[in-house]
């Protein structure tokens, strides 16, 4: 997913959503951005997590065509999201 195909995706949500990883069945708080080389970093620490409009914010000067990595060894593609109450869970993949 690049950032601006999540950002005219979200575009109508609500900016106080907050922003979680999700894998493996388990929840991820994005607490900060890293950008590199055509891609932007979403970095999982423990902490509070970022909010849609705080993430809007530091993305304002990112290349809307990056491509959204989850930070790791390797980073880890995200190709979409979906929305639970008050978080919006990225994702690589999602299981039922």
Known sequence: MQLIDFNRSTAD????????WE????RF???DLQTGPHQLLLITRSGR???L???R???QQVDPHA????AGTPAQRLY??????HLILLGGKFYN
């Not at 949500?13 to 979680?20: F, I, K, R, S």
């Not at 491509?67 to 989850?70: G, Q, S």
């Not at 979409?80 to 109450?85: E, I, K």
Request: with cysteine; net charge neutral; hydrophobic share 45%.
């Open 67 to 70: 491509a959204l990595f989850i």
């Open 80 to 85: 979409g999201y979906r929305l639970v109450t």
């Open 57 to 59: 914010a530091r993305c």
């Open 49 to 51: 997590p970022l909010t």
């Open 23 to 26: 894998h493996h069945d388990q």
């Open 29 to 31: 708080a994005i607490t």
């Open 13 to 20: 949500l609500h900016p106080g959503l907050a922003l979680y």
């Open 53 to 55: 409009d705080q993430f």
